[in-house]
C-alpha cells in the first residue's frame, strides 16, 4: 500500500503522535482528516499493551506502509520521555493526542480510590511540556466532569494553564526577583524554587530546585526552634512533626515511586472491595503531601504556644508549604494577589500574556453520533491550543439530527451469520422491508448525498481511498510472535466477524430479552418463568431505528435486533465507525482478569475513540494551524 503522489501534492504535512492509543480510533480519524493545503503525518503511537502495538503495526506499517513507530511502555516510567525523544529523533511534533486511560473517571464502573490511572493525565501533560506541539488533545469519558464534585475537571484545566514557555521563564523569574527581592528575602526564595521547580524540563535541574527550596524551610524551621530548650526541641510531638514532616516533603520522587509501586501491587491483586483496601489506601494518603501538609498544620497550631516570639515565622513557613503544593497556575494566583493593588500588578498582568504557553476555554463535551458515527458515544475532549495558534473552543457537529447513521444502515449486511459460526467472505443479505427506507446514500463522511454510498458500502471500500493505494489485503495475526512469518498470516475478505456457540438456553434468553424490547422487571418475569434468568445486570436490545448506546468491552451485553444474538466484532467496529479494512489483532475475547493484560479485540474496539468523530476533530485542527 502507498501513499497517492496526487494527494500529498502542494499540501503540507501536519505532524502528530498519538498517545494512550489502543486500537487506533484517534490515529485513523487523523489519517482520514484534510484541507485543501494539509493533511497529518503520522510519526508515532504508544500504549502499554502489546497487542495495541501488533494491532498497529499490522495497520499502519504493514497495510498503509507507514513508517509510524510505536513505544509500547508505560507512560509513567522514568524513561519513557527519552525514549519518546529518541524515536522522534529531533523533529518537530505539531500536534499530541491522547485518551489517559480512564475507567476510574467512568460512570458505568465503581471509581476505584487512588487508582494508578487517576494520575495519567500528569504524564501526558509532561509530554505536552518537553515536546510543545501547536495544539493537543485529550479525550475522557464524560463522567470526568463530575468525578469528585469537577475538582479533577479543574485541575486539569489548571494543569493545562500551568504549562509555562520555558523560553521566557526569564520574565517571570525577573519579574519576581524586582518585586519580592527587597520585600522578602525568605518567600522570593521560595518562590523562585518553585517556579523552576514547575518549569524545568530535566529531572536533575528539578531535584535540584527541590533542594533549595527545602534547604529554604529547614533554614527557617531552625531559627523558630533555636528559643526553644534542647530537650523539648528533641522529644515534642508538634516539633518533631514538623521536621519529620519537612524532610517527608523533600523526598518527593521516592514518595512518588513508592505510591506507584503500592497502585501497581493494588491492580496486580485486584484489592478493591475487601479488607485489603482500606488500610492500604490510608497508608497512601498518608504519603501524600496532603496527608503530610494536613499533620503539619495541626503541629505548627500546636507550635504556637512553644514559641509566641517566633509567630510571624511559623505563619511563613505555613504559606510556603502551601506553595510547594500549588499547580504552576495557583502560584501565579498568589503572585497576583499579592501585587494587586499596586504599581506592579498592571506589568504582571502583561508578564502573564506572554509567558503562558496553551489557551484552552474548557472540556467539551461531543456526541459521535453528530459526526456519522452510528452510536451515541459521549466523549470530552479537552484542547490546548498554544500561544502562538487560535483558539479552538468547538467542534461543529458534521451532520443534521435528521441524517444520523442508524444502527440498521451500519450492520444490516452483515446480519448473515449462524450461532458459532466465522464468517470470512461477504454475503448477500436480506433487507428487512420494515427498514428499507432507512438505506440511504452517503459521503464518506455520513452526509446524505444523492451521488453517494451507503454506509454500509463505506464501510466495505474503507474510509482512506483518497489517500492510499490498497495494494496488500487486510490480515490477521494471532499474537506478536506471528509478525514476522509471513506463513502465519491468514487473508481473509472479511475480518473480526465471529459469533459465539451458545447454547439453547442462552438463546431462548437473549430472544425473550429481544421481543421484550428491555431488560426490565417484566422481562426478567418473563425469563425467570422460562427457566432462563440471567445474573446478568444489564441487556440491551439495539434500536436498528436509532443509534446505538455506547459500545462497551463485553458482547453479550448487546442483544442484535433481529437475529437475537450477541453482537460480533466486525458489527461493533461498524457501529464505532472503524471500516472493514481496519482488523483487530490477537485473541477474540478473554475472560477474567486476563483481559485486562491482553486487550482481546472486543476490549480494542470498546474502548476505541470513534474515528469519523476523530476525523472532525482533526479537521477542525487543520483548518485552524498555523
Given at each position: 500500500?502507498?501513499?497517492?503522489?496526487?494527494?500529498?501534492?502542494?499540501?503540507?504535512?501536519?505532524?502528530?503522535?498519538?498517545?494512550?492509543?489502543?486500537?487506533?480510533?484517534?490515529?485513523?480519524?487523523?489519517?482520514?482528516?484534510?484541507?485543501?493545503?494539509?493533511?497529518?503525518?503520522?510519526?508515532?503511537?504508544?500504549?502499554?499493551?502489546?497487542?495495541?502495538?501488533?494491532?498497529?503495526?499490522?495497520?499502519?506499517?504493514?497495510?498503509?506502509?507507514?513508517?509510524?513507530?510505536?513505544?509500547?511502555?508505560?507512560?509513567?516510567?522514568?524513561?519513557?520521555?527519552?525514549?519518546?525523544?529518541?524515536?522522534?529523533?529531533?523533529?518537530?511534533?505539531?500536534?499530541?493526542?491522547?485518551?489517559?486511560?480512564?475507567?476510574?473517571?467512568?460512570?458505568?464502573?465503581?471509581?476505584?480510590?487512588?487508582?494508578?490511572?487517576?494520575?495519567?493525565?500528569?504524564?501526558?501533560?509532561?509530554?505536552?511540556?518537553?515536546?510543545?506541539?501547536?495544539?493537543?488533545?485529550?479525550?475522557?469519558?464524560?463522567?470526568?466532569?463530575?468525578?469528585?464534585?469537577?475538582?479533577?475537571?479543574?485541575?486539569?484545566?489548571?494543569?493545562?494553564?500551568?504549562?509555562?514557555?520555558?523560553?521566557?521563564?526569564?520574565?517571570?523569574?525577573?519579574?519576581?526577583?524586582?518585586?519580592?527581592?527587597?520585600?522578602?528575602?525568605?518567600?522570593?526564595?521560595?518562590?523562585?524554587?518553585?517556579?523552576?521547580?514547575?518549569?524545568?524540563?530535566?529531572?536533575?535541574?528539578?531535584?535540584?530546585?527541590?533542594?533549595?527550596?527545602?534547604?529554604?524551610?529547614?533554614?527557617?524551621?531552625?531559627?523558630?526552634?533555636?528559643?526553644?530548650?534542647?530537650?523539648?526541641?528533641?522529644?515534642?510531638?508538634?516539633?518533631?512533626?514538623?521536621?519529620?514532616?519537612?524532610?517527608?516533603?523533600?523526598?518527593?520522587?521516592?514518595?512518588?515511586?513508592?505510591?506507584?509501586?503500592?497502585?501497581?501491587?493494588?491492580?496486580?491483586?485486584?484489592?478493591?472491595?475487601?479488607?485489603?483496601?482500606?488500610?492500604?489506601?490510608?497508608?497512601?494518603?498518608?504519603?501524600?503531601?496532603?496527608?503530610?501538609?494536613?499533620?503539619?498544620?495541626?503541629?505548627?497550631?500546636?507550635?504556637?504556644?512553644?514559641?509566641?516570639?517566633?509567630?510571624?515565622?511559623?505563619?511563613?513557613?505555613?504559606?510556603?508549604?502551601?506553595?510547594?503544593?500549588?499547580?504552576?497556575?495557583?502560584?501565579?494566583?498568589?503572585?497576583?494577589?499579592?501585587?494587586?493593588?499596586?504599581?506592579?500588578?498592571?506589568?504582571?498582568?502583561?508578564?502573564?500574556?506572554?509567558?503562558?504557553?496553551?489557551?484552552?476555554?474548557?472540556?467539551?463535551?461531543?456526541?459521535?453520533?453528530?459526526?456519522?458515527?452510528?452510536?451515541?458515544?459521549?466523549?470530552?475532549?479537552?484542547?490546548?491550543?498554544?500561544?502562538?495558534?487560535?483558539?479552538?473552543?468547538?467542534?461543529?457537529?458534521?451532520?443534521?439530527?435528521?441524517?444520523?447513521?442508524?444502527?440498521?444502515?451500519?450492520?444490516?449486511?452483515?446480519?448473515?451469520?449462524?450461532?458459532?459460526?466465522?464468517?470470512?467472505?461477504?454475503?448477500?443479505?436480506?433487507?428487512?422491508?420494515?427498514?428499507?427506507?432507512?438505506?440511504?446514500?452517503?459521503?464518506?463522511?455520513?452526509?446524505?448525498?444523492?451521488?453517494?454510498?451507503?454506509?454500509?458500502?463505506?464501510?466495505?471500500?474503507?474510509?482512506?481511498?483518497?489517500?492510499?493505494?490498497?495494494?496488500?489485503?487486510?490480515?490477521?495475526?494471532?499474537?506478536?510472535?506471528?509478525?514476522?512469518?509471513?506463513?502465519?498470516?491468514?487473508?481473509?475478505?472479511?475480518?473480526n466477524h465471529q459469533t459465539s456457540s451458545q447454547n439453547e438456553k442462552v438463546r431462548r434468553r437473549l430472544k425473550i430479552i429481544a421481543e421484550h424490547g428491555e431488560y426490565n422487571e417484566e422481562t426478567k418475569k418473563a425469563l425467570s418463568d422460562a427457566g432462563c434468568s440471567s445474573d446478568k445486570r444489564n441487556y440491551v436490545v439495539l434500536n436498528p431505528e436509532g443509534q446505538s448506546p455506547t459500545v462497551v468491552t463485553m458482547p453479550d451485553d448487546f442483544?442484535?435486533?433481529?437475529?437475537?444474538?450477541?453482537?460480533?466484532?466486525?458489527?461493533?467496529?461498524?457501529?464505532?465507525?472503524?471500516?472493514?479494512?481496519?482488523?483487530?489483532?490477537?485473541?477474540?475475547?478473554?475472560?477474567?482478569?486476563?483481559?485486562?493484560?491482553?486487550?482481546?479485540?472486543?476490549?480494542?474496539?470498546?474502548?476505541?475513540?470513534?474515528?469519523?468523530?476523530?476525523?472532525?476533530?482533526?479537521?477542525?485542527?487543520?483548518?485552524?494551524?498555523?
Amino acid at each position: 500500500m502507498a501513499e497517492k503522489k496526487e494527494f500529498i501534492k502542494n499540501k503540507e504535512k501536519v505532524t502528530f503522535i498519538d498517545l494512550f492509543a489502543g486500537a487506533g480510533g484517534i490515529s485513523e480519524g487523523f489519517l482520514q482528516a484534510y484541507t485543501d493545503t494539509k493533511y497529518f503525518d503520522f510519526m508515532l503511537a504508544s500504549d502499554i499493551n502489546a497487542n495495541c502495538e501488533l494491532t498497529h503495526r499490522v495497520r499502519y506499517n504493514m497495510q498503509l506502509g507507514l513508517d509510524t513507530e510505536f513505544i509500547c511502555q508505560d507512560i509513567t516510567d522514568s524513561s519513557f520521555i527519552g525514549n519518546l525523544l529518541e524515536k522522534v529523533g529531533g523533529k518537530h511534533i505539531d500536534v499530541v493526542t491522547g485518551g489517559p486511560s480512564c475507567q476510574s473517571f467512568s460512570l458505568s464502573g465503581r471509581r476505584k480510590k487512588f487508582d494508578k490511572r487517576d494520575d495519567l493525565f500528569y504524564h501526558y501533560l509532561e509530554v505536552i511540556k518537553v515536546l510543545r506541539p501547536k495544539y493537543f488533545v485529550m479525550e475522557n469519558v464524560k463522567g470526568i466532569l463530575t468525578k469528585d464534585g469537577g475538582r479533577i475537571k479543574e485541575q486539569i484545566l489548571k494543569e493545562i494553564r500551568s504549562i509555562i514557555d520555558s523560553g521566557k521563564v526569564n520574565r517571570l523569574t525577573n519579574f519576581v526577583e524586582n518585586y519580592y527581592k527587597d520585600k522578602d528575602q525568605f518567600q522570593y526564595s521560595t518562590i523562585i524554587a518553585k517556579i523552576n521547580m514547575e518549569t524545568s524540563l530535566e529531572n536533575q535541574s528539578r531535584e535540584y530546585w527541590n533542594m533549595e527550596f527545602f534547604n529554604q524551610l529547614e533554614n527557617l524551621f531552625k531559627s523558630i526552634t533555636s528559643g526553644i530548650e534542647y530537650k523539648i526541641s528533641k522529644t515534642n510531638a508538634d516539633i518533631n512533626t514538623v521536621r519529620h514532616g519537612i524532610r517527608m516533603l523533600r523526598e518527593r520522587a521516592f514518595r512518588a515511586k513508592l505510591r506507584n509501586y503500592i497502585m501497581a501491587l493494588k491492580a496486580k491483586a485486584d484489592i478493591d472491595n475487601d479488607l485489603y483496601g482500606d488500610s492500604i489506601n490510608a497508608f497512601i494518603a498518608e504519603i501524600s503531601d496532603a496527608g503530610i501538609l494536613e499533620k503539619m498544620s495541626v503541629a505548627l497550631e500546636g507550635m504556637a504556644a512553644l514559641s509566641s516570639e517566633q509567630e510571624a515565622s511559623v505563619a511563613m513557613l505555613q504559606k510556603a508549604l502551601r506553595l510547594y503544593v500549588f499547580s504552576m497556575d495557583e502560584v501565579l494566583e498568589c503572585i497576583a494577589a499579592d501585587t494587586k493593588g499596586t504599581s506592579a500588578a498592571e506589568e504582571f498582568k502583561q508578564v502573564l500574556g506572554q509567558i503562558r504557553l496553551y489557551n484552552i476555554d474548557g472540556p467539551q463535551v461531543l456526541l459521535s453520533s453528530d459526526y456519522g458515527v452510528p452510536q451515541n458515544r459521549e466523549r470530552v475532549v479537552f484542547i490546548g491550543c498554544r500561544s502562538d495558534q487560535p483558539v479552538i473552543n468547538s467542534v461543529p457537529a458534521t451532520l443534521d439530527p435528521a441524517d444520523k447513521v442508524t444502527v440498521y444502515e451500519a450492520i444490516w449486511d452483515l446480519d448473515n451469520i449462524g450461532n458459532g459460526e466465522t464468517v470470512t467472505s461477504y454475503k448477500s443479505a436480506t433487507i428487512l422491508p420494515q427498514y428499507k427506507e432507512l438505506l440511504r446514500k452517503r459521503t464518506d463522511t455520513g452526509n446524505l448525498s444523492k451521488v453517494g454510498k451507503l454506509y454500509s458500502e463505506w464501510q466495505k471500500e474503507g474510509h482512506l481511498a483518497h489517500r492510499f493505494t490498497f495494494d496488500m489485503a487486510p490480515i490477521y495475526l494471532k499474537g506478536m510472535e506471528d509478525l514476522n512469518n509471513p506463513l502465519s498470516w491468514q487473508h481473509f475478505e472479511l475480518n473480526n466477524h465471529q459469533t459465539s456457540s451458545q447454547n439453547e438456553k442462552v438463546r431462548r434468553r437473549l430472544k425473550i430479552i429481544a421481543e421484550h424490547g428491555e431488560y426490565n422487571e417484566e422481562t426478567k418475569k418473563a425469563l425467570s418463568d422460562a427457566g432462563c434468568s440471567s445474573d446478568k445486570r444489564n441487556y440491551v436490545v439495539l434500536n436498528p431505528e436509532g443509534q446505538s448506546p455506547t459500545v462497551v468491552t463485553m458482547p453479550d451485553d448487546f442483544i442484535h435486533y433481529a437475529a437475537h444474538r450477541a453482537m460480533t466484532v466486525r458489527e461493533m467496529a461498524r457501529l464505532q465507525s472503524f471500516d472493514d479494512s481496519f482488523v483487530f489483532q490477537g485473541k477474540r475475547q478473554t475472560g477474567g482478569d486476563k483481559r485486562k493484560e491482553e486487550i482481546p479485540q472486543f476490549t480494542l474496539v470498546g474502548n476505541a475513540v470513534p474515528p469519523l468523530m476523530a476525523r472532525a476533530i482533526g479537521n477542525v485542527i487543520l483548518k485552524n494551524i498555523k
